[in-house]
């Protein structure tokens, strides 16, 4: 009996102990099992704190996707946590580069992790990204949050 995949991934749904011991070969073993690159319209890393980001790696090239939420917190939760998380900016922004990449592209909201922007500080690599990203979002005519998008909504 085949099983449709899930367009819908939110490890919210697990128990928050299970969801936060999960690895980066967890995650990329079930997004593999499910050919997220091709399937999966909405990823949510909910409790997700021991996930480094190799584990997105079956994401690449995805046009699929629509939302990738990286703040590892859940619905209605603060964005502050409490201790690091392992998620690291150098190997996740380059799989999210090979998304917004990809020609017919339709990712249309990402929620970064609160931490990599945390005292106003935002890294040059994070930087070019939102930049591209915007970019990305513009070429489909989807606006963001920025001060440039705001101001052409009215």
Not at 66 to 95: A, H, N, R, Y
Not at 119 to 131: C, G, K, V, Y
Not at 132 to 140: C, F, G, I, K, P
């Amino acid at each position: 009996m085949n099983v449709p995949a899930p367009d819908l991934l939110d490890f919210g749904d697990l128990e928050k102990d299970l969801a936060m011991r999960l690895t980066d070969q967890d995650l990329g073993s079930v997004l593999n099992c499910i050919d997220a690159k091709h399937n999966l319209k909405k990823l949510k890393l909910t409790n997700c704190r021991g996930i480094i980001g190799h584990g997105l790696a079956p994401l690449r090239q995805s046009v699929v996707i629509e939302q990738i939420d990286l703040s590892l917190v859940g619905k209605f939760e603060s964005p502050i946590l409490e201790g690091d998380t392992l998620l690291s900016e150098s190997v996740t922004l380059p799989i999210l580069q090979s998304i917004v990449d990809m020609e017919g592209s339709v990712l249309k909201q990402l929620v970064f992790p609160q931490s990599w922007s945390a005292a106003d500080t935002i890294s040059q690599p994070l930087r070019q990204f939102i930049e591209s990203y915007e970019q990305h979002l513009d070429a489909q005519r989807f606006c963001c949050a920025s001060e440039r998008c705001m101001d052409g909504a009215s």
